[in-house]
């Protein structure tokens, strides 16, 4: 079974809008990080939000904000008022392991989501 | 500016070939990462280091290795290249904590061609 799940291949939103990305995960461990990555056409990574698992509140980050619902496993994105600029993949990202100080770190990622503005 | 810089930017060789990857992470962070984004496979996960030492191993092949030296910098190396290994590689940092909320940050990325 994949991890992390990006069902929404592309889509498209109209500029100044709200749109949501979507992303489930599937994990057995009780600590874990999500986190969302912005890949532009030029490739670079950048990341955008992260919400841990044991955060009460969804976190937020100017015009990004994670909507997180723990029982459900599901980290989706949320980009309100749209710009051009915000045109690009998108990638949901899941650290697993307990906070220890030691262990791997690394992200498993889902395939993305293209998102297009339109003027 | 994310901070992690790697080199070179774009890279175009011939199949058997071997080829090194340089990444430099952002001030004070002890781990990197390299991973390996292709059409097919999405981004994976290759090899972390930390503080000089190897922390955990993906699907990294036998013909790639990966070192971390005493400044942090790294370099990824790979050999007896083949066609299938044209893809973008990705070096990130992060401070390496050991906490969920340890952020990767991700260099440009160098982009290797075999041909």
């Known amino acids: 079974a994949q991890k992390i799940t990006q069902t929404q291949p592309g889509m498209f939103v109209q500029e100044k809008e709200a749109v949501t990305l979507d992303c489930t995960y599937d994990?057995?461990?009780?600590?874990?990080?999500l986190f969302w990555y912005k890949q532009p056409s030029s490739g670079e990574m950048i990341f955008l939000i992260y919400q841990g698992s044991y955060d009460e509140q969804n976190a937020t980050e100017g015009r990004y904000s994670l909507n997180f619902q723990k029982a459900r496993k599901s980290a989706n994105l949320v980009i309100s008022a749209s710009q051009l600029g915000d045109s690009a993949m998108y990638f949901c990202a899941m650290r697993e392991g307990r906070d220890s100080g030691a262990g791997s770190y690394q992200l498993t990622f889902g395939k993305g989501t293209k998102l297009s503005v339109i003027p | 500016d994310s901070g992690v810089t790697q080199t070179p930017k774009h890279l175009i060789t011939a199949t058997g070939q071997r080829v090194t990857l340089r990444c430099s992470p952002r001030s004070g962070d002890l781990s990197v990462y390299w991973y390996q984004q292709s059409l097919d496979q999405g981004l994976q996960f290759l090899i972390q280091y930390y503080n000089g030492e190897e922390r955990a191993k993906g699907n990294i092949l036998e013909r790639f290795s990966a070192q971390q030296f005493p400044d942090l910098h790294s370099e990824l190396n790979l050999s007896s290249l083949e066609l299938g290994d044209s893809a973008l590689y990705f070096c990130a940092s992060s401070g390496g904590s050991g906490l969920s909320t340890d952020t990767q940050y991700f260099g440009p990325g160098t982009r290797l061609t075999v041909l």
């Open positions: 994990t057995s461990d009780q600590s874990y990080g």
